[in-house]
């Protein structure tokens, strides 16, 4: 090796030492949680601005937080968006369903149904009540944690198991991890799994919508974790400079597996202040109060319409559970983090709003609870008539071939003889599992 | 930009339009803007300016700023922008300047254009063509010569494209715009004006001298996956593609070799019937790629040829690549994969 200069661990001047700084979230398993430190302003104090405003003017919105359902669960202040009670109860609903479905997929993954499972607990308003302030046809782009916008868009719950157990129902045929839903008919772009790849996508079909005169605009997720990603960079540039139809929604639900926010620069700004210097409006909305995250999608919705340009919305929030089924988050965060997190529970604070209105009772939530977790019930029954991870009910072996491109080129041809081939002597009943 | 011509070697009465690469690559452009509303053609410096190499001259004028235009220095951005727009139902055609600058954009075209049919069961496509002018042979040092062609073709939902003439650049480049599959088209930027034969110190031949830079007007394709004979001959298989095709058709013509040249025109899809045909023929198989030796395409060519035709082989394969170094600056022509290296593996092939 040529001669380099020496690195020595002891400075060799009186310069001050340059020191790393490693990001350390504040509390740790067995740790007390306090949370004062975080600000919190009471619901409805925040302006609105209008649509079409200057970046520039919106400086404020990109640090504050938009809150609309006080400790009162009344709707206060400019951002109500002033909803009426059926949509309030349907919102209500859609976020339950999300939860038996939650619930019900988790306990299948650890009964050894399927491989894999996430989550979105805590997150249930980020996705279920922003997309309900999109329209149906306007095109989202999720991260894997949006099973929300599905099940708002009324996506058949049994073809989401069906995926989950990457069983012979599977539309997917069994090729994607799950979760990974895809939708075409839904306007929900196919989930890839790796990260904020769908950003600069979202980015380039609001782009084609904007060149082909059309008036539907694009919407993606993505989480605070991933912002660091060039793809999430790439399509906050593209989004500025062509002022693209398009809602950046930023989900900071604080942890990225076992890596806090600040691995993602929090401990120096927050997520929404990354418009300021790309010159999109920026806006930071509680992600726990639905009335909030339906009134700054909506927001943002009206300007794109308007070719006002882009907005990122950072919605602060709290991953309640685990990464995923693989992960066990007692291992690196304190388990109070969750029931001291300031901002509530979305189901609940909806729920409690409804009540206060006089629009529902404990009675009726109970009863849309059990519904719900009875929908998800028959639905698993029926989908697991289309079998279950492993348990031989899956596609044809030459389907694993297919729709690598458009016709199959003779080398897959002749891979997919062999694989039929080889399955005689692997599996003589027929296929792994059978 | 059409040259009218009256070709005294041919004959021709001057009717036939001679364009260069680059003319012809503009023509195919103009052509599929005009008949496809959903063509879109961006990438660095391709709209006002007309791109670097001129292949998107004019472009922008013609058809309006929504249809050609600048993106910002982002080749992951336009490579995601692309597969939006692919999703919406568009046709994007991007250019990545040089090959040698798509690697930030490997992510976007690996995991997600080509692996989005197929991850999505045909719910959605990614039909984009990625323009790329690509090799050596211009002075262009280290990240302006690179030959990256094995990479795209190792992935699974991709089709590599490189042509080697101006009829070719065209039909090629319409169909892999027609194709719904995302194509990467790598254009030899050493043949945009001239064919070229590997003897870096004589002066470079115009296209308009060559057979194949007669391009017709109008529309017309040429099918993805089939080879091009260059010479048909029986002593030996010479497998090409790009810049290569006419260096070594020049080394067989000087060392007086009866050689079957195949230009393989698309890697992936690849010709194996063409190729399998050729070897069977010759017995001897000779490999010509610019690119990097050590895990290159021509190592699955070898294997193929190897697997397939072992019963045919009267000797062992040969491959001629460029060295597993860096593209050097002042050393390029020490570099290149030309007559001498070519001369000395066909002797070698020839020799029993």
């Given at each position: 090796m040529a001669d380099r200069p020496e690195t020595s661990a002891a400075p060799k001047s009186n310069k001050p030492a340059l020191q790393l700084h490693v990001p350390e979230p504040r509390y740790r398993p067995g740790d007390e949680v306090d949370y004062s430190h975080l600000e919190i302003p009471e619901a409805g104090t925040q302006p609105r601005p209008d649509e079409t405003s200057d970046p520039k003017d919106m400086l404020d919105f990109a640090y504050g937080l938009v809150r609309v359902l006080g400790e009162d669960n009344k709707a206060h202040g400019a951002w109500d968006p002033k909803l009426d009670a059926d949509t309030l109860r349907t919102m209500l609903r859609n976020m339950a369903m999300v939860r038996a479905f939650d619930d019900r997929m988790f306990r299948g993954q650890r009964q050894g149904k399927t491989s894999f499972y996430m989550k979105c607990t805590g997150e249930e308003a980020t996705s279920v009540a922003s997309s309900m302030a999109l329209a149906s046809d306007d095109m989202v782009f999720p991260s894997y944690r949006q099973q929300g916008i599905l099940i708002a868009r009324g996506y058949p719950i049994v073809d989401m198991i069906n995926q989950i157990y990457s069983n012979k129902g599977d539309k997917l045929k069994g090729r994607q991890l799950p979760i990974m839903y895809s939708s075409r008919e839904h306007s929900f772009f196919s989930i890839s799994g790796n990260l904020a790849t769908q950003t600069p996508q979202a980015v380039g079909w609001a782009m084609a919508s904007a060149i082909k005169g059309d008036s539907r605009i694009a919407a993606t997720w993505v989480g605070e974790g991933s912002t660091a990603e060039g793809d999430f960079h790439s399509a906050c540039t593209f989004a500025t400079v062509y002022n693209a139809p398009v809602i950046l929604n930023v989900i900071n639900n604080q942890w990225a597996i076992s890596s806090f926010s600040g691995f993602a620069g929090a401990e120096r700004t927050t997520f929404a202040a990354r418009a300021l210097g790309y010159g999109l409006a920026g806006l930071r909305v509680d992600g726990n109060d639905a009335l909030a995250c339906y009134a700054a999608q909506q927001w943002a919705a009206n300007r794109a319409r308007a070719n006002a340009g882009p907005t990122l919305i950072e919605y602060f929030t709290y991953r309640a559970e685990g990464h995923s089924t693989s992960d066990d988050p007692t291992g690196y965060r304190s388990a109070q983090e969750r029931e001291e997190w300031p901002l509530g529970d979305p189901v609940m604070r909806l729920k409690n709003h409804l009540i206060e209105l006089g629009e529902w009772d404990e009675d009726r939530q109970s009863a849309m609870d059990l519904e719900c977790a009875e929908l998800v019930k028959a639905a698993t029954k029926e989908a697991e008539k289309n079998g279950i991870l492993g348990h031989g009910m899956h596609h044809p072996f030459h389907t694993m071939f297919e729709d690598v491109y458009e016709e199959l080129p003779w080398n897959l041809e002749e891979q997919a003889e062999q694989a039929i081939r080889e399955r005689q002597v692997k599996w003589p009943k027929g296929g792994p599992g059978a | 930009m059409s040259i009218d011509v009256k070709d005294q070697a041919t004959g021709d009465t001057g009717t036939e339009r001679r364009l260069n690469m680059i003319e012809a690559i503009n023509d195919a452009l103009d052509i599929m803007l005009e008949r496809d509303n959903d063509v879109i053609v961006m990438g660095e410096d391709v709209g006002y300016f007309?791109?670097?190499?001129?292949?998107?001259?004019?472009?922008?004028?013609?058809?309006?700023?929504?249809?050609?235009?600048?993106?910002?220095?982002?080749?992951?951005?336009?490579?995601?922008?692309?597969?939006?727009?692919?999703?919406?139902?568009?046709?994007?055609?991007?250019?990545?300047?040089?090959?040698?600058?798509?690697?930030?954009?490997?992510?976007?075209?690996?995991?997600?254009?080509?692996?989005?049919?197929?991850?999505?069961?045909?719910?959605?496509?990614?039909?984009?063509?990625?323009?790329?002018?690509?090799?050596?042979?211009?002075?262009?040092?280290?990240?302006?010569?690179?030959?990256?062609?094995?990479?795209?073709?190792?992935?699974?939902?991709?089709?590599?494209?490189?042509?080697?003439?101006?009829?070719?650049?065209?039909?090629?480049?319409?169909?892999?715009?027609?194709?719904?599959?995302?194509?990467?088209?790598?254009?030899?930027?050493?043949?945009?004006?001239?064919?070229?034969?590997?003897?870096?110190?004589?002066?470079?031949?115009?296209?308009?001298?060559?057979?194949?830079?007669?391009?017709?007007?109008?529309?017309?394709?040429?099918?993805?996956?089939?080879?091009?004979?260059?010479?048909?001959?029986?002593?030996?298989?010479?497998?090409?593609?790009?810049?290569?095709?006419?260096?070594?058709?020049?080394?067989?013509?000087?060392?007086?070799?009866?050689?079957?040249?195949?230009?393989?025109?698309?890697?992936?899809?690849?010709?194996?019937?063409?190729?399998?045909?050729?070897?069977?023929?010759?017995?001897?198989?000779?490999?010509?790629?610019?690119?990097?030796?050590?895990?290159?395409?021509?190592?699955?060519?070898?294997?193929?040829?190897?697997?397939?035709?072992?019963?045919?082989?009267?000797?062992?394969?040969?491959?001629?690549?460029?060295?597993?170094?860096?593209?050097?600056h002042s050393l390029e022509w020490a570099y290149f994969p030309g007559p001498v290296r070519i001369g000395e593996a066909i002797d070698k092939i020839l020799k029993d």
């Open positions: - | 007309g791109g670097v190499f001129r292949c998107t001259a004019g472009l922008q004028e013609k058809h309006g700023k929504t249809r050609v235009f600048d993106t910002p220095i982002s080749e992951c951005g336009i490579i995601g922008v692309a597969v939006g727009m692919g999703a919406y139902g568009l046709r994007p055609v991007p250019e990545i300047q040089f090959a040698d600058y798509i690697y930030p954009g490997l992510d976007q075209l690996i995991s997600e254009a080509a692996r989005l049919r197929y991850r999505s069961a045909n719910d959605y496509i990614a039909p984009m063509t990625v323009r790329s002018p690509f090799g050596g042979g211009i002075f262009g040092g280290q990240t302006h010569s690179q030959s990256p062609e094995a990479i795209f073709a190792h992935v699974a939902g991709l089709k590599t494209v490189i042509p080697a003439t101006p009829y070719d650049a065209k039909g090629l480049l319409i169909s892999a715009i027609e194709d719904n599959d995302p194509v990467i088209f790598f254009e030899p930027k050493r043949i945009y004006n001239g064919p070229f034969s590997g003897y870096y110190d004589k002066p470079v031949e115009p296209w308009k001298k060559h057979k194949d830079s007669v391009v017709p007007e109008g529309y017309y394709k040429v099918p993805l996956g089939k080879a091009r004979h260059v010479t048909e001959g029986e002593a030996l298989t010479v497998l090409a593609y790009g810049t290569m095709v006419h260096v070594a058709e020049a080394v067989c013509e000087a060392k007086g070799i009866d050689a079957d040249i195949l230009d393989l025109r698309t890697i992936v899809p690849l010709d194996i019937e063409a190729i399998e045909a050729s070897v069977e023929k010759t017995g001897r198989c000779l490999i010509v790629h610019e690119a990097t030796r050590t895990a290159g395409f021509g190592a699955e060519l070898s294997a193929l040829v190897t697997e397939r035709c072992f019963y045919n082989l009267e000797a062992p394969v040969e491959r001629v690549t460029g060295f597993d170094t860096p593209y050097p």
